[in-house]
C-alpha cells in the first residue's frame, strides 16, 4: 500500500452524529443558501456571451481581448477547482463557501465599475477563482448536511438550479444588456451574493471530519494546475492554432507531461492533493469519465444551438433563449425526480437509461435542417433535458459519494473539474467536426449553386463566416445572388451541425455503456448529517 493510499481513503467512514435542530444547520436552508451562491457562477458560465458585442463596442476591446474575458474565467475556474476543493476539506466548507461569495460578488461589481478591458478580464480570473472556491464547497456542505436517504433529492435539485442558470443566462443576458447595458450582466451578482452571504452567516453550520487534512500538498497543487492549465488553453486554442501545429501539440504534451508528474509525485507524497487511492473505487472512475463525456456532448452540441437559432433562423439573442426553456424546464423537472429515482433504485438504471435518451435527442438534433420549426426543436431539446438531469445528479452522487467525508471538498472539485474538461473537448472537438465538414462541403455547394468561384484569399474567411451560420455577403453584392449564397452557408452550416451532433449522439451512447459501472456511494452514509465543529 503507496503512502497516498490509506485505509482512510477506501473505507467507508462511521457515521457522525445528525445535524443541530432549529434554522442553523437545517439542510433545506443549507440547500437555499448555496444554490443562491451556485446561481452566481452558473449564469455567469454564458450571460457573459451576451454582453460581450457591447463590451468590445464601449471599451474598443479586439476581438482577442473579448476571447480573454470569456477564456480567462474558463481557465481560472478549471485550473483551481480540485485545490480549492482541498481548501474546502482543510478549512471547512463554510468559510470557503462564504469566501468564494463575497469574492465572486465583489469582483462582478468591480467589472461592472472596470473602464477598460484589461481590468475586466483580470476581475474575470478573479471571478473563476472565487467560483472553484464555492462550488466544492456548496457540495460538501450538502453531504455533511442532508441524510444519507434524502441526500441525491438535494443533488437533484443542485443539478436542477445549475441547469436552469446555465441555460438562463442567454435571456437574462439579453434582456439586461438591451434595455440596461452590459455593466447591469455584473452588478446583478452584487445582490445575490449579498443574500448568500447573510444566510450564510445566520444559517450556515460548518463541517469537518475528525481525520480533515492538515497540510497541504504544494508540489501537487503546481503541478495539477499547470496540467490543467496547459489542457484547457489548448483546447480553446485549437481552433485557431489547428489540431496539428506546433503550439497545440507543445501545450498538449506539456499536460501530459504534468499530469504524468503529478501521479507519480501523488503516489509518493504522504498526505496528497488527490488521493489516487480514491480511483481505485471504480464506480468513481466511471462517474468522473461519464461527467466528461456528457459535458462533451452536452456543452459542444449546444454551442452550435445558439448559431443556428440566431445567425440561421435569424432569432434575437433573447429569443434564442426561450426556445430554448423546454431544455431549462426539463432539467429543472427531472433533475430532482432522477433524486427520487436514484435513492430508490440506485444510480446504475436512472443513469443507463438517462444518457440513452440524450443520445437519441442528440441524434434527433442531427437530424435538424433550415427549415425545422419550433415544435420539432422544442421536442428534441425537451427530451435533451430529460436525459442530462438525471446524469448531472447520478453522476455527481456516485463521485461524491464514493469519496471518502475527508475529501468530500476534492470530490466536488474532481466533479466540477470533469464538466469543465469535457465541455472544453466537446466545444474543441465538435468545432473542428464542424470546420472540417464545412471545408469539405463548402466549395461543392458553392460550385453546385452556379455562383462565382471564391478567390483563394476569401476562401479561409468564407469558411470562418460558414462555420457559424453566417452568410459571406461582400457589400453591393445583388440581391439573387446574396440569396443563393445564404442558401449555400446555412446548408452548410447545418450539414456541420449534423455531423457535429451525430459524434456527440455516438459520445453519449459510449457513456451510457460507462454509466453501467457506477453505483451507490459507498461512502454517503458517512457524511449524511454530520455534526458542527
Known amino acids: 500500500m503507496t503512502p497516498s493510499t490509506t485505509v482512510a481513503d477506501t473505507a467507508p467512514e462511521p457515521p457522525i452524529p445528525g445535524p443541530p435542530k432549529g434554522l442553523r444547520g437545517h439542510p433545506w436552508l443549507t440547500l437555499l443558501t448555496v444554490a443562491l451562491g451556485v446561481t452566481m457562477v452558473a449564469l455567469d458560465g454564458t450571460i457573459v456571451a451576451i454582453a460581450n458585442p457591447a463590451i468590445q463596442k464601449d471599451l474598443g476591446a479586439s476581438l482577442a481581448d473579448v476571447q480573454w474575458i470569456t477564456n480567462g474565467y474558463l481557465l481560472a475556474l478549471a485550473v483551481a477547482l480540485i485545490t480549492a476543493g482541498k481548501l474546502g476539506d482543510r478549512f471547512g466548507h463554510r468559510q470557503t463557501f462564504l469566501i468564494g461569495v463575497v469574492g465572486f460578488a465583489a469582483a462582478s461589481a468591480a467589472?461592472?465599475?472596470?473602464?477598460?478591458v484589461a481590468l475586466v478580464v483580470a476581475f474575470r480570473v478573479?471571478?473563476?477563482?472565487?467560483?472553484?472556491?464555492?462550488?466544492?464547497?456548496?457540495?460538501?456542505?450538502?453531504?455533511?448536511?442532508?441524510?444519507?436517504?434524502?441526500?441525491?433529492?438535494?443533488?437533484?435539485?443542485?443539478?436542477?438550479?445549475?441547469?436552469?442558470?446555465?441555460?438562463?443566462?442567454?435571456?437574462?443576458?439579453?434582456?439586461?444588456?438591451?434595455?440596461v447595458n452590459w455593466q447591469s450582466v455584473f452588478f446583478i451578482n452584487a445582490p445575490v451574493g449579498i443574500l448568500a452571504l447573510v444566510l450564510g452567516l445566520l444559517l450556515l453550520v460548518d463541517h469537518r471530519a475528525e481525520n480533515a487534512p492538515r497540510s497541504f500538498d504544494l508540489p501537487g497543487i503546481a503541478l495539477l494546475s499547470a496540467a490543467m492549465f496547459c489542457l484547457i488553453w489548448a483546447l480553446i486554442r485549437a481552433a485557431d492554432w489547428q489540431w496539428g501545429s506546433a503550439k497545440t501539440l507543445l501545450f498538449l504534451g506539456l499536460a501530459a507531461v504534468c499530469f504524468a508528474l503529478?501521479?507519480?509525485?501523488?503516489?509518493?507524497?504522504?498526505?496528497p492533493l488527490l488521493p489516487l487511492g480514491m480511483f481505485r473505487s471504480v464506480p468513481l472512475s466511471a462517474?468522473?469519465?461519464?461527467?466528461?463525456?456528457?459535458?462533451?456532448?452536452?456543452?459542444?452540441?449546444?454551442?452550435?444551438?445558439?448559431?443556428?437559432?440566431?445567425?440561421?433562423?435569424?432569432?434575437?439573442?433573447?429569443?434564442?433563449?426561450?426556445?430554448?426553456?423546454?431544455?431549462?424546464?426539463?432539467?429543472?423537472?427531472?433533475?430532482?425526480?432522477?433524486?427520487?429515482?436514484?435513492?430508490?433504485?440506485?444510480?446504475?438504471?436512472?443513469?443507463?437509461?438517462?444518457?440513452?435518451?440524450?443520445?437519441?435527442?442528440?441524434?434527433?438534433?442531427?437530424?435538424?435542417?433550415?427549415?425545422?420549426?419550433?415544435a420539432m426543436m422544442s421536442l428534441w431539446f425537451a427530451l435533451l433535458g430529460f436525459?442530462?438531469?438525471?446524469?448531472?445528479?447520478?453522476?455527481?452522487?456516485?463521485?461524491?459519494?464514493?469519496?471518502?467525508?475527508?475529501?468530500?471538498?476534492?470530490?466536488?472539485?474532481?466533479?466540477?473539474?470533469?464538466?469543465?474538461?469535457?465541455?472544453?473537448?466537446?466545444?474543441?472537438?465538435?468545432?473542428?467536426?464542424?470546420?472540417?465538414?464545412?471545408d469539405d462541403t463548402l466549395p461543392g455547394t458553392w460550385a453546385g449553386a452556379g455562383l462565382p468561384p471564391l478567390p483563394a484569399d476569401k476562401a479561409g474567411k468564407a469558411s470562418e463566416a460558414v462555420e457559424v451560420g453566417i452568410a459571406p455577403i461582400a457589400k453591393g453584392t445583388p440581391a439573387e445572388i446574396a440569396g443563393k449564397?445564404?442558401?449555400?452557408?446555412?446548408?452548410?452550416?447545418?450539414?456541420g451541425m449534423g455531423l457535429a451532433f451525430t459524434v456527440a449522439?455516438?459520445?453519449?451512447?459510449?457513456?451510457?455503456?460507462?454509466?453501467?459501472?457506477?453505483?451507490?456511494?459507498?461512502?454517503?452514509?458517512?457524511?449524511?448529517?454530520?455534526?458542527?465543529?
Open 126 to 179: 478573479l471571478q473563476g477563482l472565487c467560483g472553484a472556491l464555492l462550488m466544492p464547497a456548496a457540495l460538501g456542505l450538502l453531504r455533511a448536511t442532508f441524510p444519507a436517504e434524502k441526500l441525491n433529492m438535494a443533488i437533484g435539485i443542485w443539478g436542477a438550479v445549475i441547469g436552469s442558470s446555465t441555460a438562463a443566462g442567454p435571456i437574462v443576458g439579453g434582456l439586461l444588456v438591451e434595455h
Open 505 to 533: 449522439a455516438v459520445v453519449s451512447a459510449v457513456a451510457a455503456v460507462v454509466a453501467a459501472f457506477t453505483k451507490r456511494g459507498e461512502n454517503a452514509e458517512a457524511g449524511a448529517g454530520a455534526g458542527p465543529i
Open 485 to 495: 449564397i445564404t442558401s449555400v452557408a446555412h446548408d452548410t452550416f447545418v450539414s
Open 387 to 438: 436525459g442530462l438531469g438525471p446524469v448531472m445528479v447520478g453522476a455527481t452522487e456516485v463521485i461524491v459519494g464514493n469519496a471518502p467525508i475527508q475529501h468530500a471538498g476534492v470530490a466536488g472539485g474532481l466533479q466540477q473539474a470533469a464538466m469543465q474538461v469535457g465541455g472544453s473537448l466537446g466545444t474543441a472537438v465538435l468545432g473542428a467536426v464542424m470546420a472540417g465538414k464545412v
Open 287 to 374: 462517474g468522473t469519465v461519464l461527467m466528461v463525456l456528457m459535458a462533451f456532448g452536452f456543452m459542444g452540441g449546444l454551442f452550435f444551438v445558439t448559431f443556428y437559432l440566431q445567425n440561421v433562423h435569424g432569432m434575437s439573442p433573447v429569443d434564442s433563449g426561450l426556445h430554448l426553456l423546454p431544455l431549462t424546464a426539463t432539467m429543472i423537472v427531472s433533475s430532482p425526480l432522477a433524486g427520487v429515482l436514484i435513492t430508490r433504485f440506485g444510480p446504475r438504471l436512472p443513469l443507463v437509461t438517462a444518457m440513452a435518451i440524450t443520445a437519441v435527442s442528440m441524434f434527433g438534433l442531427s437530424r435538424m435542417d433550415v427549415g425545422t420549426g419550433t
Open 111 to 116: 467589472i461592472g465599475f472596470s473602464g477598460n
Open 262 to 271: 503529478f501521479v507519480c509525485w501523488e503516489s509518493r507524497t504522504r498526505e
